[in-house]
């Protein structure tokens, strides 16, 4: 409980779902009062621990237990329809464990391949759906929020602009070499816009936006496109996983975040970028070179 007031509350982001307010103030005293905050908030606390003391076996443990007692009861509660299930307490544990499914599924396991955190996004669709469900008041979600201001061409520094223009030619050449113009319109318009979406937070990132929205919307890039798109890389599509390493890339390039990078064995950004690497065909693998190059700071991204 003092490790989650003193330093985690303080490390989560001011959106995706929970206002700063939340966090440090909302959370800590409704779970003096219901388990389905309670356990979660501890899990979450207990899984910073562990993030940032890997060797302390009692921290892992302590992460595994409550995140299971959170996941029963939150999924009670959702059973019971009229309980407090139907409350804000239901809403803010399914922010909870999120968060925390998101760095579970960048964790490795021991003889097991590396796989796309699709469990993850999956858990954020349905936080969403619980949201649209609940009609939760003094909150928000994924899809509700402004997007972060970019500036025109004219206003972006020389450098800026070269980058942004290297980086434009790069996903116009993949969408080529795919030929997606040829496809049929649904998929082409899933690649089109995840494509868009890359382009328009990398121009906001050179915009100089404030890195805390841009972390929001580059973790979670697969929730925020089309349904398709998910779909799309639940398959291993070539195409759509490229993208996707083009978007995760740029979280290390901003402030870093505990929950959105991780840390120690739940680091996401390496071990997701050098895992669709093992995912790719061997002759699509050129289409990671560019994401590789900016992981192994061959290319270097500046704002200034």
């Known amino acids: 409980m003092h490790h989650y007031t003193a330093v985690v509350s303080s490390t989560m982001p001011s959106c995706n779902g929970a206002p700063t307010k939340a966090w440090k103030q909302t959370i800590p005293q409704l779970s003096f009062s219901s388990e389905i905050v309670l356990n979660p908030m501890l899990a979450l606390a207990a899984l910073h621990l562990?993030?940032?003391?890997?060797?302390?076996?009692?921290?892992?443990?302590?992460?595994?237990?409550?995140?299971?007692?959170?996941?029963?009861?939150?999924?009670?509660?959702?059973?019971?329809?009229?309980?407090?299930?139907?409350?804000?307490?239901?809403?803010?544990?399914?922010?909870?464990?999120?968060?925390?499914?998101?760095?579970?599924?960048?964790q490795p396991q021991p003889n097991t391949k590396y796989e796309l955190p699709i469990q993850a996004f999956k858990m954020l669709e349905g936080v969403g759906a619980l949201f649209m469900q609940k009609n939760v008041k003094g909150y928000s979600w994924l899809g509700q929020e402004t997007l972060p201001h970019v500036l025109p061409d004219e206003h972006l520094s020389i450098a800026a602009k070269s980058q942004l223009y290297g980086i434009e030619e790069d996903l116009a050449y993949l969408l080529t070499t795919f030929d997606v113009l040829a496809m049929a319109?649904?998929?082409?318009?899933?690649?089109?816009?995840?494509?868009?979406?890359?382009?328009?937070?990398?121009?906001a990132f050179?915009?100089?936006?404030?890195?805390?929205?841009?972390?929001?919307?580059?973790?979670?890039?697969?929730?925020?496109?089309?349904?398709?798109?998910?779909?799309?890389?639940?398959?291993?599509?070539?195409?759509?996983?490229?993208?996707?390493?083009?978007?995760?890339?740029?979280?290390?390039?901003?402030?870093?975040?505990?929950?959105?990078?991780?840390?120690?064995?739940?680091?996401?950004?390496?071990?997701?970028?050098?895992?669709?690497?093992?995912?790719?065909?061997?002759?699509?693998l050129w289409t990671m070179d560019w994401p590789c190059m900016v992981l192994d700071k061959k290319v270097v991204l500046c704002r200034d």
């Open 50 to 106: 562990h993030s940032h003391s890997p060797n302390d076996g009692d921290t892992a443990i302590a992460t595994r237990r409550y995140f299971g007692r959170a996941l029963t009861h939150h999924r009670n509660a959702l059973s019971d329809s009229g309980g407090e299930g139907s409350s804000e307490q239901l809403w803010l544990s399914a922010v909870l464990l999120g968060h925390m499914c998101w760095l579970f599924e960048h």
């Open 185 to 203: 319109p649904n998929a082409r318009n899933i690649y089109i816009e995840a494509k868009d979406y890359v382009l328009y937070h990398f121009r």
């Open 206 to 284: 050179y915009s100089g936006a404030d890195a805390m929205i841009l972390q929001r919307f580059v973790a979670y890039m697969a929730v925020r496109c089309q349904v398709g798109y998910l779909d799309m890389l639940q398959r291993h599509d070539p195409l759509a996983m490229a993208l996707l390493a083009r978007m995760l890339v740029l979280l290390n390039e901003l402030d870093y975040s505990w929950w959105a990078n991780g840390k120690g064995e739940y680091e996401v950004v390496e071990r997701d970028v050098r895992g669709i690497c093992q995912l790719m065909p061997e002759n699509l």
